[in-house]
């Protein structure tokens, strides 16, 4: 939580700075990037730290229940990996970016049996999404660029979660949903090589950072 609350306070100071400083940047003018196409990768919070947190997300996601047995209750071992995104956008107008975006998260948490604490399973969630994405640039200048935008488009999701006992939980069920993604406040810093930030963005955990290439 500590690193989460650091992260968000360094992305709200950079997003405060960035367009002070470049408007005192006499050579920082505006720029059209008009039929330019972007492509980049990127590495978000561990969207996966959701599933066992809030069982409310399960169960939106295609009717799993998230749910444990009662006598079945969740360790402390845990392995949750950041969200990873790769995505590619066409720069239509100077303002207006379309494009699509690939996204995946993971989350495995260890389950006990509540009597003696003994080990049961692990419980494990795979998480992908496809979204095609549009995104408004409401600030274009030589070296950056602040955008927001939103995406809609499919999750696949294939999971254990909400298996009854041990036999149960060595199968596993997979299941398609219709997502939508939402972004705050994004920025890309650098003209064909870039480094893009973004804060608010669900589908890669409220923050992510990357870098991409401009042509």
Same mark, same amino acid.
């Given at each position: 939580?500590?690193?989460?609350?650091?992260?968000?306070?360094?992305?709200?100071?950079?997003?405060?700075?960035?367009?002070?400083?470049?408007?005192?940047?006499?050579?920082?003018?505006?720029?059209?990037?008009?039929?330019?196409?972007?492509?980049?990768?990127?590495?978000?919070?561990?969207?996966?730290?959701?599933?066992?947190?809030?069982?409310?997300?399960?169960?939106?996601?295609?009717?799993?229940?998230?749910?444990?047995?009662?006598?079945?209750?969740?360790?402390?071992?845990?392995?949750?990996?950041?969200?990873?995104?790769?995505?590619?956008?066409?720069?239509?107008?100077? $303002? &207006? %970016?379309?494009?699509?975006?690939?996204? *995946? =998260?993971?989350?495995?948490?260890?389950?006990?049996?509540?009597?003696? +604490?003994?080990?049961?399973?692990?419980?494990?969630?795979?998480?992908?999404?496809?979204?095609?994405?549009?995104?408004?640039? $409401? &600030? %274009?200048?030589?070296?950056?660029?602040? *955008? =927001?935008?939103?995406?809609?488009?499919?999750?696949?999701?294939?999971? +254990?979660?909400?298996?009854?006992?041990?036999?149960?939980?060595?199968?596993?069920?997979?299941?398609?949903?219709?997502?939508?993604? &939402?972004?705050?406040?994004?920025?890309?810093?650098?003209?064909?090589?870039?480094?893009?930030?973004?804060?608010?963005?669900? +589908?890669?955990?409220?923050?992510?950072?990357?870098?991409?290439?401009?042509?």
């Amino acid at each position: 939580m500590n690193l989460t609350r650091r992260l968000i306070l360094s992305a709200a100071a950079l997003l405060l700075l960035i367009p002070s400083v470049s408007a005192k940047d006499n050579n920082d003018k505006k720029v059209d990037y008009t039929g330019t196409q972007e492509v980049d990768i990127s590495v978000g919070l561990p969207y996966g730290s959701l599933f066992r947190s809030a069982s409310v997300v399960g169960d939106a996601f295609a009717g799993f229940n998230f749910i444990s047995p009662s006598d079945i209750v969740s360790g402390d071992n845990r392995t949750v990996l950041p969200t990873f995104r790769a995505e590619y956008g066409y720069n239509v107008l100077s $303002w &207006l %970016n379309l494009g699509a975006g690939v996204n *995946y =998260s993971y989350g495995s948490y260890q389950m006990l049996y509540k009597e003696d +604490n003994s080990y049961a399973w692990d419980e494990w969630t795979h998480l992908a999404t496809i979204t095609f994405n549009v995104k408004f640039y $409401w &600030l %274009n200048r030589k070296w950056v660029r602040m *955008y =927001s935008g939103v995406g809609v488009g499919l999750g696949i999701v294939n999971s +254990n979660a909400g298996a009854e006992n041990a036999e149960e939980a060595a199968g596993r069920s997979t299941s398609l949903l219709p997502t939508f993604d &939402l972004r705050l406040i994004g920025l890309t810093v650098g003209q064909k090589l870039y480094g893009r930030f973004e804060v608010g963005t669900l +589908n890669t955990g409220l923050v992510s950072a990357g870098i991409g290439y401009r042509f």
